[in-house]
């Protein structure tokens, strides 16, 4: 990791504030950064470090480069611009092809030349492997998936059956991706599981969390498009649609046929029901429960922000009796201005 | 995948609208199916689609058949219906019996001719199996386990020490039976664990979903009832029990010693707190968080739903004044018809 | 698990009322205790099943202890008292050293003759072992791990690149520590991924529960402090620090970047927003979200709770109005007390 400012700032389209020959051998935030760093601020609420930082350059925006002790990459998205530096100055993974000895591998499969399988890690019968594909220690990839150019498996994935993915794909450790929907009927009190036919189709260049859930479809299959960026303990149920580029954070639930627009940013532990739509470039903020399809872009919200524990205690006895007092209001209101009142 | 109408209405004991030798060859959803095909309509939402479906026959009410432009099956729970013909026409899970040489057996474990162990399971000392179980690949059997009949855990489950199963229970993979409770003691601001001596007993027919937890009991025992059906990341806490033919939906959390009574259902993403009881028969609708007992069978609702930004901004502004501003209104009121006012 | 009554005081620091010899051989609930039971009262839900408790002796407070059947131990804090008790009573994990030949040891990594390595476990290039360590079977634990004297991995747990367990720590199955962030900026619609280069720095006597994942730094490293306590299925994002003796409990979300303080307690479900900061000895209830920096200690709630369904719905429907409400409420109070209004 090591390269001049001039360098950098070519790769990531910035203008040069100071010496272009600064030889940049690491990054890190404003605070901690130290002679030799790159860093840079992009979230108001850490400009009170711009001025003290021991760095010797900083990413930043053309308002903010006037307060820069340092030298400067002066850029219209300066976060944008650091990720873009970032990835500039460290090698992207790299592995020595090969399989290890302790992977089981079906006779069935072809392994090509330049992928890596892990040990413990399971090929059943019929799986395809693209070039490139590596597989980390301790997967399971159940029979006759499909696995595109360049995707990578961390450790401990379960692919179940069927499932197909794209290429340049990545998959944390932990993530389960096609195992049944949880489609029942109900017969006199007892539950009676549909047989899930669908799988999952996930699309290249998308990444699913450690520990992620994806649910195979009943009937067709669950999709997930290309570009979707998927955190960690996600749940995305049997049937949903996911557009392309769209951004789930950890611990959302996506209930069973769903189907979720192109270009969204849905907040983490929201919770989206089943059935319904949402548009493309919507954002949902955090912990918002959606129940109903949204049809325009823009962004929603549900949810209360903690308070004080007693002045919570006391509203939440007030919301209990919020319709009555909506319509005391009402009642007071007509009999002040002498209208007469709607039931 | 393949019958006649006929024999799929006797199967489901459903009316035949139609001809009764028409031949069906595959199930799919009133949007996709092509000739041949058996569909479904069971949500308003999808009656839209009705008219211009493609399939072969349609399971349908007695109230929606008029307007079905094709054959029919006429049943009074169209989903119910569907879900027994998917299962009429598609074969159940079979396995070739037989232990994987890439599974670690310990040799007190006496395992049934027609189990399957897949590779890279590991059962520990004193693990009991009935017939017919399958223990799919990369699973962990602590010792003294106990696997009913023909129950099937898929890849990646973890079951922990003296946990019991029951027959035709089904574990999805990642799922984690019988880890350790959290329950602990303070003394003087460090915690104390306390060690975990109950198990887990999980009844027939139970399902469990991908990287779901159940904790093991502290004194006594967690139990899951016969017919429990849990979905993925749900959360069971120790000595929790569940009754008979409760639906458990993803992402649902369960606090350490709550009592969930039978045939109740927890819509996703919802948290019911500690040692509390829920009584039979009760629904619960997702995300709602519930910290009393409930006495009575019924529905029960908590959250709010998403609504615009920048609406939810404003008023979640005025939740915080809620006591405030129904103590004005109420105050308001007695000035206005003479009543004193209690503080 | 057998000691007198007397053994158990001098152990807990109780007094003893009634028979010092009194032999205990077991531990059970108030309800379910039997003869040569110990059995405790701390919640006063419980406190109608301490006049029929069939128990040899209880641990209680000397407010309860004249309301006791049997003989008694009276302390300041009966649940801190049993705890104690029932870890005086019961032997503390034990193993039997060695390495399972079914485990994958890279040839770099040296094992102490007092650690247990489990089958199917992998330890890549580079691991770090203190004595006393255990790691059981399936587990994965990737290049330059290091982990401390005595420290405890269960069954299927993934330890990521560089990461560093403490001492005395427990890790339980399926839990993932070193995930990549989930840190990435848009260019023109599709998402660019941050790497991480930072690791997780997990302190001694730290506990991580089932399926719980701990995202790596971006830039630093996420810090886990000494005591900190985690439930199930927590998921804590890049860059987070945890205050020393620190308890959350189970679905709990930590954006990236948030900074919680020393002493906390996070009830389950609760979500926290990222790049805040919450201080030392902050108490958080259930199901909260937290979206703004909490400065002082206290007790601190957010959330609605579970009402009949019907009443719900009245009510949510007002919460779209309330700021509408609010509003009129003013000009109301205006109109009668003859008051100019402020828009």
Not at 9 to 19: C, M, S
Not at 113 to 121: L, M, N, R, T
Not at 138 to 152: E, F, L, M, N, Q
Request: proline content about 5%.
């Amino acid at each position: 990791m090591s390269a001049t400012l001039g360098e950098i700032a070519a790769a990531i389209t910035a203008e040069v504030i100071g010496d272009a020959e600064l030889l940049i051998e690491g990054v890190a935030t404003l605070q901690n950064a130290a002679k030799g760093h790159l860093t840079f601020l992009a979230n108001r609420r850490y400009y009170p470090h711009l001025a003290s930082t021991s760095a010797s350059a900083v990413i930043l925006s053309a308002q903010d480069a006037p307060h820069c002790p340092s030298a400067a990459l002066v850029i219209g998205d300066p976060y944008l611009g650091f990720v873009k530096a970032v990835r500039y100055l460290t090698p992207g993974p790299d592995f020595t092809p090969g399989v290890h000895p302790a992977a089981v591998i079906d006779p069935s499969v072809r392994v090509p030349e330049d992928c890596y399988i892990g040990p413990g890690s399971i090929l059943a019968a019929g799986v395809s492997l693209s070039p490139q594909v590596y597989i980390g220690p301790g997967c399971c990839i159940d029979p006759h998936v499909t696995i595109g150019t360049a995707t990578r498996l961390l450790a401990h994935v379960v692919i179940a059956q069927g499932v197909v993915l794209g290429e340049r794909t990545i998959i944390h450790p932990g993530a389960v991706i096609g195992a049944d929907g949880f489609g029942m009927a109900n017969e006199a009190g007892a539950w009676l599981k549909l047989p899930s036919l669908g799988a999952v189709i996930v699309g290249d260049d998308v990444e699913v969390g450690a520990n992620t859930t994806i649910d195979r479809g009943t009937l067709e299959n669950t999709r997930i498009g290309d570009g979707v960026k998927i955190d960690n303990q996600v749940q995305i149920g049997h049937n949903v649609t996911i557009g392309a580029h769209t951004a789930i954070a950890a611990q959302v639930g996506i209930a069973g046929s769903a189907r979720i627009g192109k270009y969204c940013m849905i907040g983490g532990a929201s919770a989206i029901s089943g059935h319904i739509q949402i548009a493309d470039n919507v954002i949902i903020t955090g912990m918002s429960g959606v129940s109903n399809s949204i049809k325009t872009a823009g962004v929603y919200s549900a949810g209360l922000v903690a308070t004080d524990n007693t002045l919570w205690r006391k509203n939440i006895v007030r919301f209990k009796q919020l319709d009555k007092l909506a319509r005391k209001l009402i009642l007071l209101e007509a009999a002040m201005t002498g209208h007469k009142v709607q039931d």
